[in-house]
């Protein structure tokens, strides 16, 4: 099969490496289609401290190939649309235990970031991936595969939304209208909310009202206090705004990772005394991966307006600097052809 290999930073190559064979418990995909993340894209700049050579692509979505010896055909059966839940959780720790497995203890050794031995990655940008069988979920057929490519992404915002309990008539205010913010604003609507955007590209206020969001502004103009705030931008400075600008009694959501991240001033006296909750959000457990199944199998939820760009994936090079630019939603690579 082909994969795309990254041997260190900025230094990729589309080499041919053997297909992987199911063991007894798995069962092999035949990617079709495979998103870029601003991980990846951070792996390709050299941001993250994952080891190389490495296969990326965590947000990848497929057909079933061929089943290890002691796979079920009736439930796994063969030519069925399927993803994997990709986070490498260890199952066994007191996190994983409790159905916190996107928070694993484990996961700083887990081969997807450190492979001193080979290949590290999660192995979407690649043609096929032998996983165990009982990380796939299944998709009904009439999914498309360009839908299917946000299943990773859509679960990591389902994470989100759930901690952050959104009520009936609440004020939600997104910051940051890239991909992820716009999804945001997709399930907050879905929860009752009346949903703000503050960002600062007038193309991307536009894209998000015509997405049902009901307010977009500038951040220089923003004066929205929100009973929900979801912050899905890196920057230091747009955090502490967050902060600010929740209301008494509030959820504010540290989405993003904080890049370059820098300690944020924040008055905790104000957080006492208005009773603020500020919380985090990271990756996805698989009960989140199974919602996002379903939103976007049964269609609640329509990703394909966010689509930047389909790139047939002998043009990674180019795909990935369209991913890497601040003014692109997502990118995906076709391995279908
Ligand atoms: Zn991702
Ligand atoms: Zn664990």
């Known amino acids: 099969m082909k994969a795309i290999i990254l041997k260190k930073p900025g230094d990729f190559a589309i080499e041919e490496i ?5 063991k007894a418990d798995e069962v092999l995909l035949r990617i079709i289609t495979s998103g870029i993340c601003v ?3 951070r792996d390709f700049k050299g941001e993250n401290k994952h080891s190389f050579p490495r ?3 965590h947000e990848f ?3 079933i190939e061929k089943l290890g010896s002691e796979v079920d055909p009736k439930k796994f059966p063969v030519g069925q649309k399927a993803v994997q839940y990709v986070i490498d959780s260890c199952r066994t720790c007191y996190l994983c235990r409790r159905g916190e497995e996107n928070i694993c203890l484990n996961m700083a050794h887990s081969k997807t970031l450190q492979n001193p031995d080979g290949l590290s990655g999660y192995g979407g940008f690649a ?5 165990k069988a009982e990380e796939l979920l299944l998709y009904p057929d009439s999914a498309d595969f360009e839908r299917m490519a946000f299943t990773e992404p859509l679960a990591c915002v389902v994470n989100s939304v759930n901690h952050a309990d959104i009520r009936f008539g609440d004020d939600v205010l997104v910051i940051g209208g890239g991909t992820m913010g716009l999804l945001h604003v997709l399930l907050s609507k879905k929860r009752g909310a009346r949903v703000i955007l503050s960002e600062p590209m007038k193309e991307r206020r536009k894209k998000a009202l015509n997405l049902g969001c ?7 103009l923003i004066e929205h ?3 929900v705030v979801f912050d899905t931008t890196p920057i230091p400075a747009v955090a502490k705004q967050a902060i600010e600008l929740t209301k008494p009694g509030g959820v504010v959501m540290m989405f993003s990772s904080i890049h370059p991240n820098t300690p944020v001033e924040v008055d905790l006296g104000k957080v006492h005394s208005l009773q603020k909750k500020i919380i985090g959000s990271v990756n996805s457990t698989a009960a989140d991966f199974q919602q996002a199944v379903l939103l976007i199998g049964k269609k609640i939820i329509d ?3 966010l689509i930047e760009k389909i790139f047939p994936f002998e043009k990674f090079g180019e795909a990935i600097e369209t991913a890497a630019r601040p003014d692109t939603y997502k990118v995906i690579l076709n391995f279908s052809n």
């Open 18 to 22: 053997p297909t992987p064979q199911p």
């Open 39 to 41: 991980n990846d894209v």
């Open 55 to 57: 296969i990326g692509g």
């Open 61 to 63: 979505c497929g057909v």
């Open 127 to 131: 043609e096929f991936i032998a996983v």
């Open 214 to 220: 009901d307010i977009a502004v500038d951040p220089k």
């Open 225 to 227: 206090k929100a009973d």
């Open 303 to 305: 990703p394909t307006p």
